[in-house]
Each structure stands twice: as C-alpha cells, then as structure tokens.
T-cell receptor
Framework: GAGVSQSPSNKVTEKGKDVELRCDPISGHTALYWYRQRLGQGLEFLIYFQGNSAPDKSGLPSDRFSAERTGESVSTLTIQRTQQEDSAVYLC??????????????FGPGTRLTVT | ELKVEQNPLFLSMQEGKNYTIYCNYSTTSDRLYWYRQDPGKSLESLFVLLSNGAVKQEGRLMASLDTKARLSTLHITAAVHDLSATYFCAVDEGSGGGADGLTFGKGTHLIIQP
C-alpha cells in the first residue's frame, strides 16, 4: 500500500516568509509525528498527534512553529517568519498507535526546506 | 533528558570485514529501533528491539539490546558495498503509544569500500 507522503519535496523560501509543509500518513495510522533533521545530524522530535487528542506542543522549537491535523488524516506544519536556522529536512512519520508496542514509525520522504 | 549516543559516528571499512556500531542511552527503556538512511532519502526501519536480550538478524545485520547496560549493538558481518548508508538508533522512553516521539542518535555514517 501507499506509504507516508509529504509535499513539497523541496522548498526554497526567503527569510521572513511563511511556509506550510504537508504530510499524508499511511491510511489507518492514528499516530503522526513531525521531526526535523539538520544537515549531518540525527532527527529532532517536534510534535505528535494521536487521534483527536490535543497535541503536546512543547517540542516545537519556537512559537513561529505550529502544526495541525484534521482527524486522523493530513497534517500541516507551518513555520512563520522563517529564519535561516529553520533550514533542514522536515520528516513526517506515522504509526499504528496500539496499546502494546512496537509503535513502529514509518517515515515519509521529507521536505527539504532552505531559507535564503 | 534522554541522551542517545552512537559510536563511531563515521566508519570506513572494507568489504568482507566485520564491525559493530554501538548505541548507548541514558535512561531506562526497553524499546529501541534501528533505521537506515541512504543519501537524500528517508529512513528505513531495520530492527525493533523490545526487551532485554532481544536479538534480531536480517541478512548481514544483527541487532541486540541489553537494557541493563543501556546498550544496543548493530553488528555487520562480511560487509558488502550495498550496506553503505547512515545508521541511526532511536529510543522510545515514553509511557506508551510513542507519545514522546523517538530520541535519535547522531547516526553512524558507514562507507564500505570494495
């Protein structure tokens, strides 16, 4: 079946502009995650959605970042007034959030964001 | 704060050799994941380790977990060029359902030379 998809695959924007990144999880996956990967680094967890529960936003880097999810489908990550330090690959993952592990996360191809 | 440390961060080896990548983490957890990332690509799940003493093998790769030592290893046997990639370990210390996300190591960049 189809995997996690993200759009756009690449985004170049000027400093100060707003950007919106989109994630379509695997059908039936109730949990959705956003991560950020800076060049040559591991992944940094940003936010998690589970069903209709309100997400914990404490992992977002600043108040310029926000994320939404409609039900158990598409999610958008919005970065307002982008800064050069926001340049990174933003990865989305989804999982079947069952009561028991493995909670295995399946990753999308990512959106490469470059702020000039 | 959970810390996950991998070593080495960079490894160049010849085909046919064996080597081990180490992943240490700083808190009690029995859920550890290994991922592979090829250049410009996303992450591919390799192994899910969910209990102390868990060992999983796939082809030339074998992963193990020692929760008491807070250590996981990824062992490569008779390496081949196709295994060249960056390997990440990730730990889930959440209460369940993955609500806290995964904490990743910085990755081990592996180059296998013919």
């Amino acid at each position: 079946g189809a995997g996690v998809s993200q759009s756009p695959s690449n985004k170049v924007t000027e400093k100060g502009k707003d950007v919106e990144l989109r994630c379509d999880p695997i059908s039936g996956h109730t949990a959705l995650y956003w991560y950020r990967q800076r060049l040559g680094q591991g992944l940094e967890f940003l936010i998690y959605f589970q069903g209709n529960s309100a997400p914990d936003k404490s992992g977002l880097p600043s108040d310029r970042f926000s994320a939404e999810r409609t039900g158990e489908s598409v999610s958008t990550l919005t970065i307002q007034r982008t800064q050069q330090e926001d340049s990174a690959v933003y990865l989305c993952a989804s999982s079947l959030a069952l009561v028991l592990p493995p909670y295995e996360q399946y990753f999308g191809p990512g959106t490469r964001l470059t702020v000039t | 704060e959970l810390k996950v440390e991998q070593n080495p961060l960079f490894l160049s080896m010849q085909e046919g050799k064996n080597y081990t990548i180490y992943c240490n983490y700083s808190t009690t957890s029995d859920r550890l994941y290994w991922y592979r990332q090829d250049p410009g690509k996303s992450l591919e799940s390799l192994f899910v380790l969910l209990s102390n003493g868990a060992v999983k093998q796939e082809g030339r790769l074998m992963a193990s977990l020692d929760t008491k030592a807070r250590l996981s290893t990824l062992h490569i046997t008779a390496a081949v060029h196709d295994l060249s990639a960056t390997y990440f370990c990730a730990v889930d210390e959440g209460s369940g359902g993955g609500a806290d996300g995964l904490t990743f190591g910085k990755g081990t960049h592996l180059i296998i030379q013919p």
